[in-house]
């Protein structure tokens, strides 16, 4: 088993910043690919960023776009920490949702919800316009 707890949501202005983490326990950190999804009001979970487990793949969707200066989110990962990050730049009111962590013990960086076994409980992030 693995326990998922994020932290870093809040309520921020658009343009701003927040940088979102995940901590997990119950297994070696360093063999999940872990990600990011989120749930908007009416809307159902998608997926943000996925990280393999040593950092060294990420994938983004394609309506975050990262990993460039034009991009706005970053995945990242601490595996002595075992803690992934993502790191929210350019806060926009389409980016309000419960954004949630996810684990998966397997080598491939998926994007399905349906790929991913554990979950966190999600934090909120709420940005105002």
């Known amino acids: 088993q693995v326990q998922l707890v994020e932290s870093g949501g809040g309520l921020v202005q658009a343009g701003e910043t927040l940088r979102l983490s995940c901590t997990a326990s119950g297994r070696g950190f360093n063999s999940l690919t872990m990600a990011w999804f989120r749930k908007a009001p009416g809307k159902e979970r998608e997926f943000v960023a996925a990280i393999s487990r040593g950092g060294t793949t990420t994938r983004y969707a394609d309506s975050v776009k990262g990993r460039s200066v034009k991009g706005r989110f970053t995945i990242s990962r601490d595996n002595a920490r075992s803690t992934v990050y993502l790191q929210m730049n350019m806060l926009k009111p389409e980016d309000t949702a419960v954004y949630y962590c996810?684990?998966?013990?397997?080598?491939?960086?998926?994007?399905?919800?349906?790929?991913?076994?554990?979950w966190g409980q999600g934090t909120q992030v709420t940005v105002s316009s």
């Open positions: 996810a684990a998966d013990a397997s080598f491939a960086v998926v994007t399905t919800t349906t790929s991913y076994d554990y």
